[in-house]
């Protein structure tokens, strides 16, 4: 897949040889899996994913903020009603930011199959210091968590980890943490390759853009599990990456919001 840099009103720069001219989100590259990256709080991106999503015509709709468990109470009644749809899902309580800027992501593909990923914050918590083949449901191995990281990898998801939290975590937790984040990714991996073999696809994976990297993330992983099928992985940022680990960049402008490490000084 050829790599792309998009401006925040969707124009082309190209990045790599070959680019294809007029690429958006309303004109994307046919894949069985599509995973659509975030900044959680940002307005822009959730408009671009909801424009992705009609283009894709998803028969099923992955979700990083849902548990199993939360996916298996939307119903096609509920689709419709955004006040009802936010009530069972409990989203007010979740931690996930506004649900006026996810609900028309579950609008923009009514008939698609809801399936959910998210690891919860207790079920986080115990999952530190175990083997994390043993913690992910089904076979851990098939996602490479029976192996450990390549060390440059380890070093480097440390510091992104350690960037993350304002630089204010002890050293000897960063480790847990990378491993937090593997099991997250194997989570979206395995949900996005069950939604396909459920529905025969295509799939939606809506995401942080963290999870979504082709290198190391969950596009990785499911690549890994199931080589034959056709992913393609699109990135959201505030700032152009100093990499390209997605098959698509997208760049807008950031959303104002409070200093986030405020509360860790």
């Not at 609900?103 to 079920?123: C, K, T």
């Not at 029976?146 to 002890?170: G, K, M, S, W, Y």
């Not at 295509?202 to 999870?211: E, S």
Request: some cysteine.
């Amino acid at each position: 897949m050829n790599k792309y840099i998009l401006a925040a009103g969707l124009l082309v720069a190209p990045v790599m040889a070959h680019p294809s001219s007029g690429q958006d989100l309303r004109d994307l590259p046919q894949a069985e899996i599509v995973f659509l990256g975030e900044v959680h709080d940002n307005p822009l991106h959730h408009e671009n994913q909801s424009e992705g999503i009609k283009a894709v015509r998803p028969a099923a709709l992955v979700f990083e903020m849902l548990t199993s468990a939360q996916a298996a109470r939307v119903t096609p009644d509920l689709r419709t009603d955004q006040a009802a749809l936010q009530a069972v899902l409990d989203w007010d309580t979740s931690g996930w930011p506004d649900f006026d800027m996810y609900y028309p992501l579950f609008a923009a593909a009514p008939q698609a199959a809801i399936f959910g990923a998210a690891l919860p914050r207790d079920a986080a918590r115990a999952a530190m210091g175990q083997p994390l083949e043993h913690v992910l449901a089904g076979d851990g191995a098939r996602f490479g968590l029976d192996r450990p990281l390549p060390q440059d990898q380890q070093i480097a998801r440390e510091a992104l980890q350690a960037r993350a939290h304002c630089d204010a975590l002890p050293e000897s937790l960063l480790p847990a943490m990378v491993d937090i984040q593997r099991l997250r990714d194997a989570m979206l991996a395995a949900a996005a390759l069950d939604a396909y073999r459920a529905t025969g696809g295509p799939v939606v994976v809506i995401a942080g853009t963290g999870h979504t990297r082709t290198d190391w993330g969950a596009p990785a992983l499911l690549a890994q599990a199931a080589p034959e099928l056709d992913i393609l992985s699109i990135g959201q940022f505030e700032t152009a990456p100093d990499a390209l680990s997605h098959d698509i960049h997208i760049v807008t402008a950031p959303h104002p919001r409070p200093d986030p490490c405020a509360a860790f000084q």
